[in-house]
């Protein structure tokens, strides 16, 4: 984080410093924001985890019924007795942060403008169960490349928002907050913060909505770089042919995933108020819930804190617990499967680049992605998950930066403190 507190320390606290000015700030109702736990929801989250009544479970069983209480258990413990939330929030809340209403919701996000005069803005979009906790590893580098041995040429503004009825976002109050109007909702952020023409990056439901936001907008995306693309087979007779050892083992993981993994997915679509219940009530109901997840979608060998750390685990469930938004997440899921918004059908208008790791939970094969997308950049890695950015900074953002190197050069109209610098195509 060394190189978000250097820039801060070259900021005044006013919004025109932000890069957010009068045309950006006050206009739209963009509020500065401090994450603030009350001491009292710290004192019930180490109670009622003290007080869980824990299941019963097969001997030996692990993971193979669900959430395994040999890792769950202690895990929780830790979360109560061991993990200091108020480090972690101090650590989110060194990255400047907003509020703001967009079409009746409130919308929480991350914004933090590099110094360098060439950068240029990117969105990143978190997914479920994730948080802007995601991204906190590779905010830094992005926004100021030189701290962290790269080129300053390849810096970005960032804004990382949370979902509608995510963490900070808070509940959404009213139907209809399905993956489509997100995008509509995120290209209005980044209209109200000056930027008339931005990057897109985003992983699971990130991945969905920047993938809307291509067909929506092309004209304001530069490019979308996504770390999850779940594309299917055009349906032609040589969909299978030449199949490379790596492909066979991520469509293998997939088609495991198909058949195994995707309860979540009915109920969150179906009845995610019932859910609900059980989630905003107990915290370790909740942190099954989502470790679960990362268990199953990481790159590891039988040890889920190899591939993500417990403190980096506990920080995302943490905020979906101290915002009570488990319940909301989760509608998207059934708001999206209403009006089909949760399938994205391929387009050429925008260009894509795709970092395709090899634990990915739903992975697909490059000439896949070729047929139906004007594919620009694809990256084998070789290792990693679902949770890229947390699993594998480094990875991702030398990703991302790579894909979006030559598109500012022909694409992008970047804009700086409100007023447009076009780019000539070179």
């Known amino acids: 984080m060394g190189g978000i507190r250097s820039i801060l320390m070259r900021m005044v606290t006013n919004g025109e410093e932000f ?23 710290l004192d019930d989250l180490r109670l009622r985890v003290q007080r869980t009544r824990w299941p019963d479970a097969i001997p030996g069983s692990q993971w193979t019924y ?19 939330w108020r480090r972690h929030e101090a650590e989110l809340n060194e990255v400047p942060q907003f509020v703001t209403h967009i ?18 803005p990117l969105l990143l979009i978190h997914g479920w169960p994730g948080s802007i906790a995601e991204f906190r590893h590779i905010v830094d580098p992005l926004v100021d490349p030189t701290a962290h041995g790269g080129d300053r040429a390849d810096a970005f503004h960032v804004v990382v928002p949370s979902l509608p ?13 399905d993956a489509l109007r997100v995008a509509e909702c995120f290209d209005t952020l980044m209209g109200s913060l000056g930027y008339n023409r931005y990057c897109a990056q985003g992983g699971d439901w990130g991945s969905m909505i920047a ?3 291509g067909i929506l907008h092309p004209e ?50 179906t009845r995610p108020q019932t859910l609900a219940f059980g989630l905003t009530d107990s915290p370790v109901g909740l942190l099954s819930w989502i470790a679960e997840k990362f ?43 209403r009006t089909g918004s949760i399938y994205v059908p391929p387009f050429r208008d925008t260009p ?22 004007d594919l620009r950049h694809w990256t084998d890695l070789d290792r990693g998950g679902h949770f890229a950015a947390m699993e594998e900074p480094d990875l991702l953002v030398n990703d991302v930066r790579e894909f979006f190197r030559p598109l500012r050069s022909t694409r992008l109209v970047a804009a700086t403190d409100g007023d447009e610098v076009v780019r000539e195509a070179t």
């Open 220 to 269: 304001r995306l530069v490019g979308i770089h996504l770390n999850f693309l779940p594309e299917f087979g055009p349906g032609r007779d040589d969909d299978m042919d030449d199949v490379s050892e790596l492909e066979a083992a991520i469509l293998a993981r997939r088609d495991d995933m198909l058949a195994n993994g995707t309860g979540y997915v009915a109920i969150q679509s």
């Open 19 to 41: 890069g957010l000015g009068d045309a950006a700030g006050v206009r739209s109702g963009i509020e500065p924001y401090r994450i603030a736990v009350p001491d009292s929801d």
């Open 103 to 120: 079409d009746g919701q409130r919308i929480h996000f991350q914004h933090v403008r590099s110094a360098e005069p060439g950068a240029v």
């Open 295 to 337: 268990w199953t979608w990481t790159d590891h060998d039988g040890e889920l804190f190899d591939a993500v750390s417990r403190d980096d685990l506990l920080t995302d469930v943490s905020i979906y617990w101290f915002t009570g938004t488990a319940g909301s997440s989760a509608r998207l899921y059934y708001e999206s499967a």
């Open 165 to 177: 009825g995510n963490g900070f976002s808070g509940p959404t109050s009213e139907p209809g907050w």
């Open 352 to 373: 894509i680049g795709v970092a395709s790791f090899p634990k990915e939970a739903l992975g697909t094969r490059r000439r896949w992605v070729e047929a139906g997308y």
């Open 211 to 213: 993938r809307h936001l």
């Open 66 to 84: 669900g959430s395994a209480i040999d890792v769950i258990r202690p895990l929780a413990e830790y979360w109560a007795d061991g993990y200091e």
